[in-house]
Every structure is written in C-alpha cells, then in structure tokens.
C-alpha cells in the first residue's frame, strides 16, 4: 500500500512562488516514475509533469520554464516548485505514482493564485 502526503499549497499573489512537497510511504518510490497533476473547478486533471526514477523530467508546455519538478529518492519525496505563478495555476495540486494500471493518488493540496 502507497500513501502520498501533499504539503506546500495556499494562497500567493500573481508572479509569486510556491514550492509542493509529497512525501511518499513505501518500497516503489525509488523504482517508480512520480507526478504532479492538477484540477480546476469544473475542469479535468491535468499532468503537470513527470519525473522518472534516474531524474528524466517531462513538463506540460504551459509549465515550460516556470515549474520544476525534482526528488529525493533517500526522503522518499518529490518537489514541485512552482515560479512566476498566474491566476489560471490556481488548482488542486496531486501527487502521484504513475504506473500503466492506475495511478497511485495523494489527496490533493490547494494552491491559489490571486490576481
């Protein structure tokens, strides 16, 4: 069983940051590709990118240049810093296992941008 711990939203002004924290329980994080995906209202969840378990990194174009997605394989956690932020980043922020059969979820965190 994996249980994923989101840390790190609330609420910033626009061109401020933020950094997301998911601390994961379990044997697999080491072996295993994370995520961070969001949800606006009324909106489907989306990747915000990925990170592979040698460090390789993919980032949804939109994030490109503002966000970066790290780990620390030894505290089991995978970072989300999140720069330059505008008021269309304002989501539910989740972590994730990524995995071909389902992905592995934490509960989510909020993160508000105001304008």
């Known amino acids: 069983q994996v249980q994923l711990v989101e840390s790190g939203g609330g609420l910033v002004q626009a061109g401020g940051s933020l950094r997301l924290s998911c601390a994961a329980s379990?044997?697999?994080?080491?072996?295993?590709?994370m995520g961070w995906y969001r949800q606006a209202p009324g909106k489907q969840r989306d990747l915000v990118a990925t990170?592979?378990?040698?460090?390789?990194?993919n980032y949804a174009d939109s994030m490109k240049g503002r966000f970066t997605i790290s780990r620390d394989n030894a505290k089991n956690t995978v970072y989300l810093q999140m720069n330059s932020l505008k008021p269309e980043d304002t989501a539910v922020y989740y972590c994730?296992?990524?995995?071909?059969?389902?992905?592995?979820w934490g509960q989510g965190t909020q993160v508000t941008v105001s304008s």
């Open positions: 994730a296992v990524v995995r071909w059969s389902g992905n592995y």
């Open positions: 379990g044997s697999i994080f080491s072996l295993s590709t």
């Open positions: 990170i592979t378990n040698s460090g390789v990194t």
